[in-house]
């Protein structure tokens, strides 16, 4: 037992894919308790007996067409327009048209890639430091992993059978923390060169408005359709994802139709990527309930914690070490189901441990060693990945802090839902 | 022969994604306007796109095992030597490869039962058609990590990377 585990987290720890270890371990499981193995496949078609999921697709899509577009040049020269004239301004567009992009295209680095380098040059030219744009940028792309229709947060919803629409109204006030926490970091670092890029003119407004036409619809209809109940989520994903097919090709044409078989082609190897990983761990899942791992592990951890708070502190740092080793989409799959229950046994709010765990791991996308955006914005800015782990610590500790708020204030989350 | 094989294979597979993606997108669409506007809609519409979001997912599966492109954690190979770190690439091709033809061995197995059960789908469609995904899915897979573990046990008593 400890031998098998052991050899399978030195395969793991070696590269081998995950859902390959994760399919070793649940037949392994299978076989010690007498279970076929047909189970395994069994658990894996179960991926078409979940409706939401068909969302996951269809904004992976959506996301990945969106930044082959000239969509994310418009939404800087928009948030520009917007909040330019603001001391310090270029920051806060950087943070605000990063979050905003992270939450439409689903969290997969993409941020980084479209935005970063449009941004990364406007910020060196109006004479912020090298290393502040750096760390900026790169932690500027997985912001908005809060707001809705964020990929995190659909699969969330899946595993934990919460309700999508109360995750996404729980998002909105702490991705908002994090926004102004970031942002009044980034004004008070940065007091000495406080010029604004531009002074406000409606005129520029009027013309980035208009340039923005085919978007300014998008989080509208998409936002507006979700959060007043019109829609479901995956309806809302079919209509993104259509939507953005015809007005990127058809209308502005800014995506050769030649393009389009390589960008499907991208976008569902991420689909796939994901959702091997979910179709073995619900096998290993279901394996784990039968042995009633959740139990045990909550009786385990009972006998030595007894309040809410030494539970949540825990939590945290168990969500810090895990994301960085594992990426948010394998995490969530894998650890859900096992610490929804220990949390509920400590009163924990199932909306509210969605949120804590999609904050935590947010952070992992900037924790070495496997930090996803430390990795694409090294490779993309051409910097050794030591230079931008160091240029991002500063934005790390102040995550932390409000990964801390927003743990130890559940209301925070929880206020809109009625609850 | 292997070449032209394989060249065949990348275009199936990158037809069948496009494709089906192509097709959830207008299902899915059109089952929007049916319900919202026309107050209708296709009975089986629902069950079909989620047989569809499987068969990308497999697929998508399939094409990421191409270049490689698994999620996976990878700590350990960055302190390897080139040498030793081929030699770990090699056994875990070989690992990946043993694992994928057992589940799709298995899978195998699940669909025939289907088929001799006649299990239906869809109202009345046979079943094992659509679930044959799986073992193909799967047998593709560990054939890809097979031709990936001859390479870098090529490479590595060689030293010559293809």
Redesign the interface.
Known sequence: MILVGGILL???????????II??SA?WGYYRNDV???A???E??G?????V??A???FT?AGYLLSESNAPKRLVRLTGALMGWVPGGLAIVCLAACAFFTAFTGASGVTIIALGALLYPALKQAGYPENFNLGLVTSSGSLGLLFAPSLPLILYGVVAAVPIDDLFIAGVLPGLLMLVMLAGWCLWTNRAIRTPIDQFSWSEVREAVWETKWEIPLPIVVLGGIYSGYFAV??A???T??YV?LIDVLVLREVAPSR??HI??DS??????????L?MSLASTNYMIDAEVPDKLFRFVGSYVSSQATFLFLLIVFLLILGA???I??ALVLVVPLILPVAQGYDVNPVHLGIIFLAAMQMGYLTP??GLNLFIASYRFDKSITQIYLSTLPFLLILLLSVFVITYWPALSLVMLDR | MLKTLEKIGRFLE?AT??VM??V???L??T??FL?NVMDTGFVWA?EL???L??W??????????R?D?????????RFLSRKWKLA??A??DL??AL??S??AW??A??VM?AREYEDTLLGGLPAWPF?SI??IA?ALIGYRYLIFFFRHIYAALTGVEQ
Not at chain 1, 268 to 277: A, D, H, N, Q
């Open positions: 030195l395969l793991a720890l070696l590269g081998a894919p995950l859902f390959v399919a070793a037949m076929d193995l047909s395994l496949p069994i894996v078609f991926i078409a007996e979940m409706p999921l068909l996951i697709p269809l899509f995956s309806e994903a079919a209509a994802a259509l097919l389009l078989p499907m082609r569902m190897v991420l689909v796939g990527g994901i959702f091997i990983i179709g080793i594992l990426d989409f394998s060693p496997v | 990158d994604l496009v993606l192509c959830l997108i207008g899915a669409a089952q929007i319900r629902d796109l989620r047989l979001v499987l990308l997912a497999l697929m998508g599966a399939v094409a990421a095992s270049d492109k698994h999620i996976r954690i990878d700590v350990l190979s770990a690439t056994l875990l690992f990946t694992i994928c057992v589940i298995h899978a197995g699940f039962e679930q799986l073992p799967f």
